[in-house]
């Protein structure tokens, strides 16, 4: 919060799903009080699933519209997103890593982690040098997140994801990670080398992360 309020144009780093959502809601709060503005902010979400639009209640510009942006002084010229119905996949992608290169890149990227230790949507087996690309969604990614949808049939089966290099040159890391299904992974990171198998596994060679993790997810080490 301080960092919005003492940088200049500060660039986020943003993440959906669950685990982020009291961040967010805390924001709001701060924002509501007074205590901060998001004028000068730029943000880049990590994710978006392809061939949904960004009104689908599933999109995750829809998820950061409500869970955020709308309820702030953002200006939305500064908020980026993937767009999953771009035209050209390929080069939406090359687009997002320029933009992200002409803010100056991330300086706080506020991560999660998939079941399958997944960060952003690179999945096991990514490459560590990748940067912003198409992926294809790992099944156990597309029955963790049918949840949001109406059936498992109605997941995206690919997504456009910032890549695991994009992550890495983020100038800080803010990982979190809560709830019993993510001790597996937990675990994993603490004993296993760092592997493309567990993309987590390389944020362990990040210089500046912070990782806020809750008893569920830390329960299979104890
Ligand atoms: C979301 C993202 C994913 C999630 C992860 C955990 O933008 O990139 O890596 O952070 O799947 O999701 P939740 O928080 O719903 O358990």
Same mark, same amino acid.
């Given at each position: 919060?301080?960092?919005?309020?003492?940088? !200049?144009?500060?660039?986020?780093?943003?993440?959906?799903?669950?685990?982020?959502?009291?961040?967010? *809601?805390?924001?709001? *709060?701060?924002?509501?009080?007074?205590?901060?503005?998001?004028?000068?902010?730029?943000?880049?979400?990590?994710?978006?699933?392809?061939? #949904?639009?960004?009104?689908?209640?599933?999109?995750?510009?829809?998820?950061?519209?409500?869970?955020?942006?709308? $309820?702030? @002084?953002?200006?939305? !010229?500064?908020? $980026?997103?993937?767009?999953?119905?771009?035209? @050209? #996949?390929?080069?939406?992608?090359?687009?997002? =890593?320029?933009?992200?290169?002409?803010? &100056? &890149?991330?300086? %706080?990227?506020?991560?999660?982690?998939?079941?399958?230790?997944?960060?952003?949507?690179? =999945?096991?087996?990514?490459?560590?040098?990748?940067?912003?690309?198409?992926?294809?969604?790992?099944?156990?990614?597309? *029955?963790?997140?049918?949840?949001?949808?109406?059936?498992? @049939?109605?997941?995206?089966?690919?997504?456009?994801?910032?890549?695991? *290099?994009?992550?890495?040159?983020?100038? =800080?890391?803010?990982?979190? %990670?809560?709830?019993?299904?993510?001790?597996?992974?937990?675990?994993? #990171? #603490?004993?296993?080398?760092?592997?493309?198998?567990?993309?987590?596994?390389?944020?362990?060679? $990040?210089?500046?992360?912070?990782?806020?993790?809750? =008893?569920?997810?830390?329960?299979?080490?104890?």
């Amino acid at each position: 919060m301080d960092r919005m309020n003492m940088q !200049e144009n500060p660039v986020l780093g943003l993440a959906t799903g669950s685990t982020p959502e009291g961040i967010y *809601q805390g924001f709001i *709060q701060e924002y509501n009080k007074g205590k901060v503005s998001f004028k000068n902010v730029t943000t880049f979400n990590l994710d978006e699933y392809t061939g #949904l639009k960004k009104d689908d209640p599933n999109s995750y510009c829809y998820f950061m519209n409500e869970k955020l942006l709308r $309820h702030i @002084d953002i200006a939305m !010229e500064r908020v $980026h997103i993937p767009s999953g119905t771009a035209v @050209d #996949l390929k080069s939406e992608c090359l687009k997002y =890593e320029r933009a992200i290169e002409r803010a &100056g &890149g991330i300086d %706080i990227q506020v991560l999660g982690i998939g079941e399958n230790g997944h960060i952003g949507f690179n =999945e096991p087996g990514a490459s560590f040098s990748s940067r912003t690309h198409v992926v294809d969604l790992a099944d156990s990614t597309i *029955q963790a997140n049918s949840r949001f949808f109406k059936s498992v @049939d109605e997941v995206p089966k690919q997504a456009i994801s910032m890549g695991i *290099q994009t992550i890495m040159d983020s100038k =800080e890391i803010l990982l979190l %990670i809560s709830g019993e299904a993510k001790a597996d992974a937990v675990a994993k #990171l #603490l004993e296993e080398e760092v592997s493309e198998d567990l993309p987590a596994s390389i944020l362990k060679k $990040h210089a500046n992360i912070t990782v806020i993790i809750d =008893e569920a997810a830390f329960k299979g080490t104890l």
